[in-house]
């Protein structure tokens, strides 16, 4: 009787600057799936100095992308949807296997998370200020909407493929560059959406995806929002807890 090997584990690399790369990582953690109990892969608990590599290659894109037009912005947005409609099957069995959830409740998820492109590609309307002549005796009021920077999400484990997506979009369509760190629990969603970016001709830097030992210890606790609040408040950032 003849055995048959096993698969390699495959082991999960940040994507920075537009490549995938290596982490230096010492320690992985195992992804299960947790219907079966198999190791679906292992994603690197990386340290501050790879996420520091992840912050200034984003910071490095954002000038020439704040300057980009609205309209240019959201046109990788579109392609991203098409793709997204065309892989929503292969993504939703993603989520099925490292998630648990059902195949249905799984492409449910993913078409929540596709209305997040086609809300985010109506930017160059939804982002336009606006002047107000006289508001008060010898003064016009003007407002603008203008991009932040470097922007990050820490996304939970419960959904691997929707909750990305209420910030991604946004966030790239409005000009700023974005970081996200999947869930350590389930990163194979997002992996294999990031990979479908790579294909909407977004430029270098704008979009990354890390694997951070620090962030994953925020989320190990009950309640992250006391650890990242603080940490947030005395730089003067802009948490959005959900």
């Known amino acids: 009787m003849t055995s048959i090997a096993a698969p390699p584990i495959i082991r999960l690399t940040n994507y920075i600057n537009g490549q995938w790369t290596d982490?230096?990582?010492?320690e992985w953690r195992d992804v299960i799936n947790p219907a079966t109990g198999?190791?679906?892969a292992q994603v690197p608990l990386a340290d501050a100095i790879e996420v520091n590599q992840a912050i200034e290659a984003a910071a490095a894109a954002f000038p020439e992308w704040r300057r980009t037009p609205?309209?240019?912005?959201?046109?990788?947005?579109?392609?991203?949807?098409?793709?997204?409609?065309?892989?929503i099957g292969d993504i939703a069995r993603i989520i099925t296997q490292e998630n648990g959830k059902t195949f249905t409740e799984a492409k449910a998820e993913m078409r929540?998370?596709?209305?997040?492109?086609?809300?985010?590609?109506?930017i160059p309307m939804m982002m336009q200020g606006y002047n107000l002549e006289d508001v008060a005796r010898g003064i016009d009021e003007m407002m603008i909407?203008?991009?932040l920077g470097v922007t990050a999400a820490i996304v939970p484990f419960n959904f691997p493929g929707?909750?990305?997506?209420?910030?991604?979009?946004?966030?790239?369509?409005?000009?700023?560059?974005?970081?996200?760190?999947?869930s350590e629990r389930v990163p194979l969603t997002m992996r294999y959406v990031y990979e479908l970016l790579e294909k909407?001709?977004?430029?270098?830097?704008?979009?990354?995806?890390?694997?951070?030992?620090?962030?994953?210890?925020?989320?190990r606790k009950r309640r992250p929002g006391p650890?990242?609040?603080?940490?947030?408040?005395?730089?003067?950032?802009?948490?959005h807890l959900a």
């Open 23 to 26: 982490s230096q990582a010492t």
């Open 38 to 40: 198999e190791t679906l």
């Open 70 to 87: 609205p309209e240019d912005r959201i046109q990788p947005l579109f392609k991203l949807k098409m793709l997204l409609e065309d892989h």
């Open 112 to 122: 929540r998370a596709i209305e997040n492109v086609e809300v985010a590609c109506g």
């Open 145 to 147: 909407r203008q991009p």
């Open 162 to 182: 929707m909750i990305a997506f209420w910030y991604l979009p946004y966030a790239i369509a409005t000009g700023n560059t974005f970081i996200l760190k999947p």
């Open 200 to 219: 909407t001709g977004l430029p270098k830097g704008v979009v990354l995806s890390h694997y951070s030992h620090l962030w994953v210890m925020s989320q």
């Open 227 to 239: 650890q990242i609040l603080p940490s947030s408040a005395c730089c003067i950032r802009r948490p």
